[in-house]
């Protein structure tokens, strides 16, 4: 099983700054992988899949990079909105692609 | 609009069973890729289970044999049969959609919660 580990466990920013969020995978996943939002009481939101191509509607301040092992999530100026969980998830392996622990991007 | 509605969760005691609904619409739960993710309260997300091409399923190792995927194609409804219910398998349960260009879930439920407990 291909493990995704994710760091920081939580990341404390202001509203303007940037944020860079990591994801490593235990083998190479090439490029599958995608970043999913999750605000409390709410269900995931797909960001980015293929490691750097966004969904339908989702904004430019967020971008995705990487390849093989190692991945990372930019958000380029923090909005009130996007303090939330961010979790990424390798489909390499699939199924069932395997989740990170998730990262809390906190004020 | 896709949307997806679950239904069927509650309380349940250790080693009882619930079956878990999803309504779709917006498109044929029949053709496309659908998946059961978990989330115990706190915690992060675990695929649950899968299908797939030609009614294929997946199962993750700890709920094999023990809950059943499956969907109906007249009603456009996804199902998870889960028997033999553990503490352990308390969580929000989501059904989602997975894309047709890479199997990430585009499309999402609002999620019911499945308590087990006696």
């Known amino acids: 099983e291909v493990v995704v580990t994710q760091s920081p466990a939580t990341l404390s920013a202001s509203p303007g700054e940037r944020a860079t969020l990591s994801c490593r995978a235990s083998q190479s996943v090439s490029s599958s992988l995608a970043w999913y939002q999750q605000k409390p009481g709410q269900a995931p939101r797909l960001l980015i899949y293929g490691a750097s191509s966004r969904a339908p509607n989702i904004p430019a301040r967020f971008s995705g990079s990487g390849s093989g092992t190692q991945f990372t999530l930019t958000i380029s100026s923090l909005q009130s909105e996007d303090f939330a969980v961010y979790y990424c998830q390798q489909y390499h392996n699939w199924p069932p692609g395997t989740f990170g622990q998730g990262t809390k991007v906190e004020i | 609009e896709v949307q997806l509605v679950e239904s069927g969760g509650g309380l349940v005691q250790p080693g009882g069973s619930l079956r878990l609904s999803c309504a779709a619409s917006?498109?044929?739960?029949?053709?496309?890729?659908m998946t059961w993710v978990r989330q115990a309260t706190g915690k992060g997300l675990e695929s649950v289970s899968i299908i797939y091409s030609g009614d294929t399923t997946y199962y993750a190792d700890f709920v094999e044999g023990r809950f059943t995927i499956s969907r109906h194609s007249s009603k456009n409804t996804l199902y998870l049969q889960m028997n033999s219910l553990r503490v352990d398998d308390s969580a929000v349960y989501y059904c989602?959609?997975?894309?047709?260009?890479?199997?990430?879930?585009?499309?999402w439920g609002q999620g019911t919660l499945v308590t087990v407990s006696s």
């Open positions: 917006g498109f044929s739960v029949s053709t496309d890729y």
């Open positions: 989602a959609r997975l894309s047709v260009v890479v199997p990430a879930a585009v499309d």
